[in-house]
């Protein structure tokens, strides 16, 4: 299985949709990977055409590869059975009944088990795939899509803005082409009618797109220190009685401000909004957690919670094992805890004297 880059800082959107399109006329099966940002998505569905047979992808949070399978190699996978799977019913003699199950059915339940409820990752998503397609005599070919650090910030803090017409554009596609897809939304925007494919909407009142409409507003930090950014998170905390946050990124003896303040609204989750938009994580499952961070060095989220509670929740706890990252909290009451017990006692002395 051969592995291609492809750097989209150093390609317009047509010249990389024609590398990926010529790609897939040599290679039946591709599988997008690369960090949120570099484009993979809407690349996937600018390449759409009547040689394309499907496109998935995972749905869960951070950097969810994108599969694409030429039409040819589509209606081979049907047309293979990979398993019998027994149901639970039997026959007018008592026997157990059996279904066939395609290949092609087959990927499409692999990619929402092993991505989207297991979370294994994409390195154990991309061997079972490299595993079923042997029986159509086929190999994916795995193309990590890349972007410069500052365009990867810039296109997902911008990613809500045209996610309406990338999902439009895919719906069309889907019924000219006659293309199969699991994609049920874009970034805030979803299918209205996931039955037919039809129609687009905007995400429910509730519901979170981890985007940056998702927050109440957005306070720069540009020219702060951490305290400074402390005292703001404080007064947000104080004054507008909403929950607000940043990120800190720990390099040996340095400590720097990876994003600005994200103040929280009803419907928002400042901790992985501000990991998916500022640092960018790929689904990796290791001994450090599941997610792989984009950047070298350690990441701190400091946020602030509203109640009389300052200790952390157990969602703190969770992201902090999850992500490998350190997560603080400060109350509104400057009291502090945090999964480091050393960064507890530093941030307890920069705020001694707000």
Same mark, same amino acid.
Request: glycine fraction near 6%; charge should be negative; include cysteine.
């Given at each position: 299985?051969?592995?291609?880059?492809?750097?989209?800082?150093?390609?317009?959107?047509?010249?990389?949709?024609?590398?990926?399109?010529?790609?897939?006329?040599? !290679?039946?099966?591709?599988?997008?990977?690369?960090?949120?940002?570099?484009?993979?998505?809407?690349?996937?569905?600018?390449?759409?055409?009547?040689?394309? &047979?499907?496109?998935?992808?995972?749905?869960?949070?951070?950097?969810?590869?994108?599969? $694409?399978?030429?039409?040819?190699?589509?209606?081979?996978?049907?047309?293979?059975?990979?398993?019998?799977?027994?149901?639970?019913?039997?026959?007018?003699?008592?026997?157990?009944?059996?279904?066939?199950?395609?290949?092609?059915?087959?990927?499409?339940?692999?990619?929402?088990?092993?991505?989207?409820?297991?979370?294994?990752?994409?390195?154990?998503?991309?061997?079972?795939?490299?595993?079923?397609?042997?029986?159509?005599?086929?190999?994916?070919?795995?193309?990590?899509?890349?972007? !410069?650090?500052? +365009?990867?910030?810039?296109?997902?803090?911008?990613?809500?803005? /045209?996610?309406?017409?990338?999902?439009?554009?895919?719906?069309?596609?889907?019924?000219?082409?006659?293309?199969?897809? !699991?994609?049920?939304?874009?970034?805030?925007?979803?299918?209205?009618?996931?039955?037919?494919?039809? &129609?687009?909407?905007?995400? &429910?009142?509730?519901?979170?797109?981890?985007?940056?409409?998702? @927050?109440?507003?957005?306070?720069?930090?540009?020219?702060?220190?951490?305290?400074?950014?402390?005292?703001?998170?404080?007064?947000?905390?104080?004054?507008?009685?909403?929950?607000? &946050? @940043?990120?800190?990124?720990?390099?040996?003896?340095?400590?720097?401000?990876?994003? +600005?303040?994200?103040?929280?609204? /009803?419907?928002?989750?400042?901790?992985?909004?501000?990991?998916?938009?500022?640092?960018?994580?790929?689904?990796?499952?290791? $001994?450090?957690?599941?997610?792989?961070?984009?950047?070298?060095?350690?990441?701190?989220?400091?946020?602030?919670?509203?109640?009389?509670?300052?200790?952390?929740?157990?969602?703190?706890?969770?992201?902090?094992?999850?992500?490998? $990252?350190?997560?603080?909290?400060?109350?509104?009451?400057?009291?502090? +805890?945090?999964? +480091?017990?050393?960064?507890?006692?530093?941030?307890?002395?920069?705020?001694?004297?707000?």
């Amino acid at each position: 299985m051969t592995n291609t880059v492809l750097n989209t800082s150093m390609h317009s959107i047509e010249e990389s949709t024609k590398i990926l399109q010529e790609e897939l006329s040599r !290679n039946p099966l591709l599988i997008f990977t690369g960090p949120q940002g570099g484009g993979k998505t809407t690349l996937a569905i600018n390449m759409l055409s009547e040689n394309v &047979g499907a496109i998935f992808e995972g749905r869960v949070r951070s950097a969810q590869p994108v599969i $694409i399978i030429r039409k040819d190699l589509t209606q081979k996978m049907k047309e293979t059975i990979a398993d019998k799977r027994k149901l639970p019913i039997y026959d007018d003699s008592g026997e157990e009944i059996y279904v066939d199950v395609s290949l092609f059915d087959t990927i499409k339940s692999t990619i929402e088990n092993v991505f989207d409820i297991l979370e294994l990752g994409e390195d154990e998503l991309i061997e079972q795939i490299k595993n079923l397609a042997t029986k159509v005599k086929a190999e994916p070919k795995v193309i990590e899509i890349v972007a !410069n650090p500052r +365009d990867l910030i810039k296109r997902r803090m911008n990613r809500h803005y /045209d996610a309406k017409q990338r999902l439009n554009d895919l719906l069309y596609k889907e019924k000219k082409y006659g293309i199969e897809s !699991n994609i049920l939304g874009i970034q805030g925007a979803k299918v209205a009618d996931i039955v037919n494919r039809e &129609g687009v909407c905007d995400y &429910g009142d509730y519901q979170i797109s981890r985007t940056m409409k998702d @927050f109440y507003k957005v306070i720069p930090t540009e020219g702060k220190s951490i305290t400074e950014c402390l005292k703001e998170m404080i007064e947000v905390s104080i004054k507008e009685n909403r929950e607000s &946050g @940043f990120l800190v990124l720990h390099k040996e003896d340095e400590q720097e401000i990876l994003s +600005d303040i994200v103040v929280g609204s /009803d419907k928002s989750l400042i901790g992985v909004t501000l990991l998916e938009i500022y640092v960018g994580y790929h689904q990796k499952r290791s $001994i450090t957690g599941v997610y792989e961070q984009e950047i070298d060095g350690i990441i701190e989220l400091i946020h602030s919670h509203i109640g009389e509670d300052n200790s952390l929740f157990s969602a703190d706890i969770g992201a902090s094992k999850r992500f490998g $990252i350190i997560v603080s909290v400060i109350d509104k009451n400057k009291r502090v +805890d945090s999964t +480091d017990p050393f960064r507890k006692m530093e941030l307890e002395e920069m705020i001694k004297y707000l």
